[in-house]
């Protein structure tokens, strides 16, 4: 979203851009991270195809680092826009990790997008008539969730490490400040069940394929329990983007936490190379995204029509 948001308004404020991606279709997050059931990919088709009558060139199975190389890429190119977003996944380090049945969120959700979208005839992590367990509370859990009674799960179970917050403000959490409140999502209301203050310990299986999860709930006596379950779903959140290859061809500097480090126009250490959403703000929101595509782009074309280069390619 922060790419093809920047390229939309570079492109209305006349430069000749090129978008590249490296999945079969445009979308990122949106079209392989979200469920159809929370946002419909003919939105985002839609948008595309208007992208792309106004004179936005689109290229797939763009493997940027390889081919193109980075450093082809700004050789070839006025300016160059980073939005690889932060999709390096925040790992669960205990015994068992490397059992079969075990999940990252988003090889999940993406192989079933693909499915969904006529990419694929079938997904590989299928849950029909499995006990799921999904570890993490958020966004990402519950599109999961949702996904998971879609296939048919004989049971789905979403456990978060900190405590159920109330179900009202509490008097150290007043309006403005965002309300630190119990909710549920569209796909907790259609069914599964939810868990809090339960720190998972180890996990245990039979001729390498995973049966149990075992851990400790943390507002009480620590004992450990035992949950049964023949797929867990890591939900735990990202740290960051994949920034190894980013940083060899280019030199751009990194922030402490690994995401880009930018300026106050969005501009990394490398001229010319600007940086928006999650590869420089790490895991956030889509319309951050968006509102930052559509700020880098100002200050783009600023760097394109005040520089000496005589082209206009970004």
Same mark, same amino acid.
């Given at each position: 979203p922060g790419g093809l948001a920047a390229a939309a308004r570079l492109n209305r404020l006349g430069h000749t851009v090129t978008v590249?991606?490296?999945?079969?279709?445009?979308?990122?997050?949106? #079209? $392989?991270? &979200?469920?159809?059931?929370?946002l419909g990919k003919d939105v985002l088709d839609r948008r595309l195809a208007v992208l792309v009558a %106004?004179?936005?060139?689109?290229?797939?199975?763009?493997?940027?680092? #390889? =081919?193109?190389?980075?450093?082809?890429?700004?050789?070839?190119?006025?300016?160059?826009? &980073?939005?690889?977003?932060?999709?390096?996944?925040? %790992?669960?380090?205990?015994?068992?990790?490397?059992?079969?049945?075990?999940?990252?969120?988003?090889? $999940?959700?993406t192989a079933q997008n693909r499915v969904v979208g006529g990419e694929a005839e079938a997904t590989p992590f299928s849950v029909r008539g499995q006990r799921v367990v999904i570890l993490g509370g958020g966004d990402t859990g519950s599109d999961c969730l949702g996904t998971a009674l879609r296939q048919g799960a004989a049971s789905v179970t979403? *456990? /978060?490490?900190?405590?159920?917050?109330?179900?009202a403000r509490a008097a150290t959490n007043p309006w403005p400040s965002w309300?630190?409140? !119990?909710?549920?999502?569209?796909?907790?209301?259609?069914?599964?069940?939810?868990?809090?203050? !339960?720190?998972?310990?180890?996990? /245990?299986?039979?001729?390498?394929?995973?049966?149990a999860l075992r851990g400790v709930r943390v507002d009480g006596d620590g004992a450990e329990i035992k949950i049964p379950v023949d797929t867990?779903?890591?939900?735990l959140g990202f740290t960051g983007p994949e920034t190894a290859t980013l940083v060899e061809q280019t030199g751009v500097q990194l922030a402490p936490n690994g995401?880009?480090?930018?300026? =106050?126009? !969005?501009?990394?250490?490398?001229?010319?190379? !600007?940086?928006?959403?999650?590869?420089?703000?790490?895991?956030?929101?889509?319309?951050?995204? *968006?509102?930052?595509?559509?700020?880098?782009?100002?200050?783009?074309?600023? $760097?394109?029509?005040? =520089?000496?280069?005589?082209?206009? #390619?970004?």
């Open positions: 590249f991606e490296a999945a079969a279709r445009p979308g990122g997050l949106m #079209r $392989y991270g &979200i469920p159809d059931f929370k %106004e004179g936005v060139e689109i290229k797939c199975h763009a493997d940027v680092g #390889r =081919s193109p190389t980075w450093d082809a890429l700004r050789r070839s190119h006025d300016a160059v826009v &980073i939005a690889t977003g932060a999709a390096r996944p925040r %790992e669960l380090a205990v015994p068992g990790r490397d059992l079969r049945g075990v999940v990252l969120a988003m090889d $999940y959700l979403q *456990i /978060e490490l900190m405590p159920a917050p109330p179900a309300p630190l409140v !119990f909710r549920t999502s569209s796909s907790q209301e259609e069914g599964g069940a939810r868990e809090f203050a !339960f720190r998972t310990t180890a996990l /245990e299986g039979e001729g390498g394929q995973l049966t867990l779903i890591l939900a995401t880009v480090r930018v300026t =106050s126009q !969005f501009e990394t250490s490398v001229t010319g190379v !600007f940086c928006v959403g999650d590869a420089k703000r790490g895991a956030s929101l889509v319309v951050w995204a *968006i509102a930052e595509g559509r700020d880098a782009a100002v200050h783009v074309d600023r $760097y394109l029509t005040t =520089s000496s280069r005589s082209g206009r #390619r970004a």
